[in-house]
C-alpha cells in the first residue's frame, strides 16, 4: 500500500513537471515584424530601429534555412 502511494505521488511530480515545461510563453514572437514591435514598442523614437532590427532578422531566418549563398543558387536551379 505505502508502496503504491510513493509510486503515485512520484508519477504525479513527473506528470506536473512535464505539463509546466510544455507551455509556451504567452509573448513569443513568430514573425520578424512581431520581434521587431516587442523590442521596439514607441513608433516615433524606435522607428529606424525597428526597421533595422526586421531586415537583420530576415537575414538571419534566411540564412538559417539556406536560401542565400552558394548553397541557396544550387537549390534554385535544381
Known sequence: MLKK?????????IL???AMTAT???QAA??????????????????KDRHA??????QAWKASTGKTGLIGKLKLKG
Open 5 to 13: 502511494l510513493f509510486l503515485t505521488a512520484a508519477a504525479t511530480v
Open 16 to 18: 506536473t513537471g512535464a
Open 24 to 26: 509556451v510563453p504567452a
Open 30 to 47: 513568430t514573425t520578424c515584424k512581431e520581434a521587431a514591435k516587442m523590442k521596439y514598442p514607441d513608433l516615433v523614437k524606435g522607428l
Open 53 to 58: 532590427y526586421k531586415k537583420a532578422c530576415k
